[in-house]
């Protein structure tokens, strides 16, 4: 549609439509002019103020109901503010204790998890590498006591062979003493002697075993034999036997508290009749009697030594 233009009207028909009201005026008669006297003409004439217009406020009523609509405003205001701060008041510890309060706790529990799991997995790590120190001490152990048994059988065997040459010997004594003659005697000696090296060897033997109490029984019997013996024995015989059993008592003495010190005065007891023994005639001889080594005592720190307990046999 298109739009209609107003023009602006032109002055000369602004003052053609004003014409009709100047023609409507020059009908009015006009009131003739009085006469003015001439001390009013000659003084000035005040000009005349227009009446200023009187602005018309609000009444009273308008006034009383804006107070009142701007009290109630208030009021509302208020009471939304008031709940808004009670809501806040209630609502704020509500929400702490029931969404911030375990999210906290429940981060600081995560917290002791994480650390406790780093502590047992350090525990776990040291656990394995006890583990795999203790397979292998475990291990070497086995191969310690295959050694100890093997050692053990050894001198087994070997206490019984010993026990052979004691028999023996006892047998040969038995036979001595009945044909009782000059010769027997001697050669009786020579057997006592032979007897208690043999007692003694067996003696060392039972040590090794840490055996004390079947030690210090055939130290005790060596001593008694070679005691028997000394009164008719040779002069240096009779000191060399001296010598043994005082050796033999500082033994006696040191077993079973000190046992390395009593195994070294029965190494010297036994060296000394080595010694002094005569050379073996035809019609006697006894085995030889094999030296031996203690076997070092293996100490594990993990895992307590072995040891072995003394057992008395009858």
């Known amino acids: 549609m298109a739009k209609r233009v107003k023009e602006s009207a032109t002055a000369e028909e602004i003052v053609a439509a004003e014409e009709p009201v100047k023609s409507t005026e020059a009908d009015v008669p006009a009131p003739e002019p009085k006469p003015i006297p001439e001390s009013a003409a000659q003084e000035p004439v005040p000009p005349t103020s227009s009446p200023t217009p009187i602005a018309s ?20 205001v208020l009471t939304i503010l008031a709940a808004i ?5 209630f609502g704020l510890p509500l929400v702490y204790q029931k969404y911030i309060l375990p ?7 995560v917290e002791q998890l994480k ?15 006890r583990l795999s120190e203790l397979e292998s001490e475990q291990a070497r152990q086995s191969e310690m006591l295959e050694t100890l048994g093997a050692r053990t059988d050894e001198i087994e065997k070997e206490v019984e062979v010993h026990t052979e040459s004691l028999e023996t010997l006892e047998d040969m004594q038995a036979t001595l003493q009945e044909q009782n003659t000059a010769a027997g005697a001697e050669l009786s000696r020579q057997i006592s002697l032979l007897k208690s090296m043999e007692l003694l060897s067996r003696a060392r033997l039972f040590m090794y075993q840490s055996n004390f109490g079947l030690a210090r029984q055939d130290v005790q019997s060596a001593r008694d034999l070679l005691a028997t013996i000394q009164p008719d024995a040779p002069r240096e015989l ?7 059993l005082l050796r033999l008592d500082l033994t006696l003495s040191n077993l079973p508290d000190f046992p390395v010190a009593a195994s070294d005065d029965l190494d010297i007891a036994w060296q000394i009749l080595l010694s002094g023994l005569p050379e073996a005639s035809p019609t006697a001889s006894a085995p030889p009697i094999p030296a031996f080594t203690p076997t070092p005592v293996v100490t594990f720190t993990p895992i307590p030594p072995l040891t072995i307990e003394p057992t008395a046999t009858p």
């Open 57 to 76: 406020g609000p009444g009273f009523g308008q006034r009383v109901s804006r107070f009142f609509g701007f009290l109630l405003r208030s009021i509302l």
């Open 85 to 89: 701060g009670v809501g806040l008041y």
């Open 103 to 109: 999210v906290q706790e429940n981060t600081s529990q």
């Open 115 to 129: 650390k406790l799991q780093a502590q047992n997995e350090k525990i776990i790590a040291d656990l394995q590498i």
């Open 238 to 244: 009779a000191d060399d036997l001296t010598a043994v």
